[in-house]
């Protein structure tokens, strides 16, 4: 399984991104996906999950309301919209799969991760 992530950057303070992750070499339906982030000196935090079909989603309170995850089968593709952006929304957002047909919130339980892409939000 390889995930590329791409869409990170800089924003400021309110503005929005859009991240992308696709899934390549196994069969996306397969999995359940998850948004991570980890900010300097912190450890890796769950932002969002979503579930096979995409009809179910999970959010951490840091972002519920601001984040949306949403996944195109069709494409491979899981993404995550970010509204309203905060300074301490700055860190490496990776993306992960497991094989799950339930919404996987344990960091400990992705097997498969992508390399990261850095979101920077300034005030």
């Known amino acids: 399984v390889r995930l590329v992530e791409s869409g990170g950057g800089l924003a400021r303070a309110g503005d929005s991104l859009s991240l992308s992750c696709v899934l390549s070499?196994?069969?996306?339906?397969?999995?359940?996906m998850g948004w991570f982030r980890q900010a300097p000196g912190k450890n890796r935090e769950i932002v969002a999950a979503i579930n096979r079909s995409g009809g179910g989603t999970w959010y951490s309170e840091s972002v519920k309301g601001r984040f949306t995850i949403s996944r195109d089968n069709a494409k491979d593709t899981v993404y995550l919209q970010m509204n309203s952006l905060k300074p301490e929304d700055t860190a490496v957002y990776y993306c992960?799969?497991?094989?799950?047909?339930?919404?996987?919130?344990?960091?400990?339980?992705?097997?498969?991760w992508g390399l990261g892409t850095q979101v920077t939000v300034s005030s």
């Open positions: 992960a799969a497991e094989e799950s047909s339930g919404i996987v919130v344990q960091i400990t339980y992705y097997e498969n």
């Open positions: 070499g196994r069969d996306f339906t397969e999995y359940a």
